[in-house]
Nanobody
């Protein structure tokens, strides 16, 4: 399984970015996908998740109402639309996939749940 994240960059506060995560080596539609971020010197933080079952979306408290996760199963790609960006959103953003298909559980907010990770893409928000 390979995940390739892209779309990061430098943006001013209040701006928008869209991250993409292209997956290969899995039946993408059967896997939950998530985004995490890690700021310098901090722990990896849950951002959003799109479960394999349609319509089940989850967000971290700090991004609710500003970020939207989506997926295109035909393109094997997950997206993270980030609006109204703030300087505190500055971090390396990682996409991640469940370790097994059609999985449930209460650990969706924890990095250890996810077996596959992309390489990370830097998002920098200037004030």
């Amino acid at each position: 399984v390979q995940l390739q994240a892209s779309g990061g960059g430098l943006v001013q506060a209040g701006g928008s970015l869209r991250l993409s995560c292209a997956a290969s080596g899995v039946t993408f539609a059967n896997y939950g996908m998530a985004w995490f971020r890690q700021a310098s010197g901090k722990e990896r933080e849950f951002v959003a998740r799109s479960s394999w079952s349609p319509g089940n979306l989850y967000y971290g408290d700090s991004v609710k109402g500003r970020f939207t996760i989506s997926r295109d199963n035909a393109k094997n790609t997950a997206y993270l639309q980030m609006n109204n960006l703030k300087p505190e959103d500055t971090a390396v953003y990682y996409c991640a996939a469940d370790g097994s298909p059609r999985s449930y559980g209460s650990t969706i907010y924890l990095p250890r749940r996810y077996a596959y990770w992309g390489q990370g893409t830097q998002v920098t928000v200037s004030s």
